[in-house]
Nanobody
């Protein structure tokens, strides 16, 4: 059974940092795209960052404008995992963050995690 499990969420102060992890099991995603999305209360799910496979252990990463320069997504092939380093957090970053793998369409992926809550508040 394929699973994506997010962890690392929690409460952070404005300007603070958190590191999210997405651990994959049941199969590997070395050559598949993996991405981060988020959904704030009362809002639609939105794209955060994605890691596109471009060669052996090489990934192209791109970000939504509202996190560019503050968030960094990365992959660890050996651990079958993806990470999201978040810095300079803002209250607007409060959301449930989801990991997704194997893109099959625009913002459509075959596999999704259950999410991890990130709350940015003083």
């Amino acid at each position: 059974q394929v699973q994506l499990v997010e962890s690392g969420g929690g409460l952070a102060l404005p300007g603070g940092s958190l590191r999210l992890s997405c651990a994959a099991s049941g199969r590997t995603f070395d050559s598949d795209e993996m991405a981060w999305f988020r959904q704030a209360p009362g809002k639609e799910r939105e794209f955060v960052a994605r890691t596109q496979w471009i060669g052996v252990r090489q990934y192209l990463v791109d970000y939504a404008d509202y996190v560019k320069g503050r968030f960094t997504a990365s992959r660890d092939v050996a651990k079958n995992a993806m990470y999201l380093e978040m810095h300079s957090l803002e209250s607007e970053d409060t959301a449930v963050y989801y990991c997704a793998a194997q893109r099959v369409g625009i913002a459509n992926y075959n596999y999704w995690g259950r999410g991890t809550q990130v709350t940015v508040s003083a």
